[in-house]
């Protein structure tokens, strides 16, 4: 059985700055990681998902995460964030061991202020 | 374009009576879950169908039932068995249900809330 674990609940950061949303995993088998975000009363989007190979993966709006096998983490990052990144990220992780079940993280709300 | 649809957005149920959620593709993905969410607690998995006629219990399936008689359709009975049905429910599809790695695409959801 797989779990994720968010941190941080909310993440506050001025336009402009830079923003970190940590995620750590636990599991007993290779997994794959995914970042989604999700708009106020509206379902998810996929952010970008690592799979193999190289350990940074490069999503949409500009975002990006580093895949860490011995820390057991796939934090999110994003150098400029813009008021537009208000959101909640979730990062998931499913099993290589078959199906695509998806355990999810708590959320990190991210509050982009001007 | 092609999408899942979840219908309705807004749904408001007595104690006591059962309701369904409809949740529909056009993606033709052949797996299809169900999901509950709650504030804080992120996204539990309710049923998933990794093909027609075929569905799994996730976490937590008490109080709910679901069905696949359709590649297509997916819709989730929230019975009056459940005890705290008052969520965000949003449902997700993803390509060949057997196959690893794909990522799964969501509705916009049904918030439901108790009378």
Redesign the interface.
Known sequence: AQSVTQLD?QVPVFEEAPVELRCNYSSSVSV?L?W?VQYP??????LL?Y?SGSTLVKGINGFEAEFNKSQTSFHLRKPSVHISDTAEY?CAV?D?G?????T????TQLKVEL | DGGITQSPKYLFRKEGQNVTLSCEQNLNHDAMYWYRQDPGQGLRLIYYSQIVNDFQKGDIAEGYSVSREKKESFPLTVTSAQKNPTAFYLCASSMGGFVRNQPQHFGDGTRLSIL
């Open positions: 609940s794959y995914f989604y009363n509206q379902g998810l989007q996929l998902k799979l979730f499913s290589r078959g199906g695509n079940k998806l999810f993280g708590t959320g």
